[in-house]
């Protein structure tokens, strides 16, 4: 798992970092929001944040509000603050979990691992070396990230979601349009799903010809 903890006190970084190392995790921090900002701007597969409240450059409760519930971010809070209402406050803006200071680096490991396996059987679906987060709309191929266009994105999704079923080139077509406001022909979805193949590297992919596509989980 991915983790990073947003924390200004360089005592708790250095003791985090060694348990979550030594449990097998990749660990990132950052002391300052901006500095967590800059970090998610060049980094989008963090599975789990763990958050302090109190930051020198601002509030872990804005941040949350308004940059890591808009990735999908599963987040802790992570304080010194023990007041009952900056409990229910942060749960109730949508992070997953608090835990206030002192606190037990296993109970918090355990609380992240608990967090992090919950959400990857939700959002991310595997298909032979294909892994799709459906939360983040983004692809990986082992452990490439695979760059798709906007449409192409959309049309992986729309397969994905349909796993094990048809989707009727009536019902791409009706889709491109709404997405895109384009009129295109069969010719033109052949060579979207040709070039989606092409990136993938992986033909999991089927094609019924003349009726649609299809993506079978194993």
Not at 166 to 189: A, F, S
Not at 190 to 195: A, E, G, L, M, S
Request: without cysteine; aromatic residues 8%.
């Amino acid at each position: 798992m991915k983790v990073l903890l947003i924390e200004d006190n360089l005592t708790i970084v250095k003791g985090l970092h060694y348990a979550f190392s030594k449990s097998g995790d990749e660990f990132f921090y950052a002391g300052k929001l901006e500095e967590a900002m800059s970090f998610l701007e060049k980094n989008h597969s963090i599975d789990v944040v763990i958050l302090d409240v109190t930051l020198p450059d601002g509030d872990g409760f804005t941040f949350l509000k308004e940059v890591l519930l808009e990735r999908k971010l599963p987040t802790i809070f992570l304080t010194a603050k023990e007041e009952e209402d900056d409990i229910v406050k942060g749960l109730n803006m949508g992070a997953e979990d608090y835990l206030t200071k002192p606190f037990s680096t296993k109970e918090l490991l355990a609380r992240v691992h608990k967090i992090g396996l919950r959400h990857e059987k939700k959002s991310i679906v595997r298909i032979q070396d294909i892994s799709f987060d459906m939360d983040k709309m983004i692809v990986y191929k082992g452990e490439n990230r695979i760059e798709l266009t906007s449409l192409e994105l959309k049309l992986l999704h729309l397969l994905f979601l349909n796993r094990n079923k048809v989707v009727r080139r009536t019902t791409i077509l009706d889709k491109i349009w709404e997405w895109t406001g384009n009129d295109v022909d069969d010719h033109t979805v052949t060579v979207y799903f040709k070039r989606i193949r092409a990136k993938l590297g992986t033909d999991i992919i089927t094609t019924l010809k003349g009726i649609g596509y299809r993506i079978d989980e194993e």
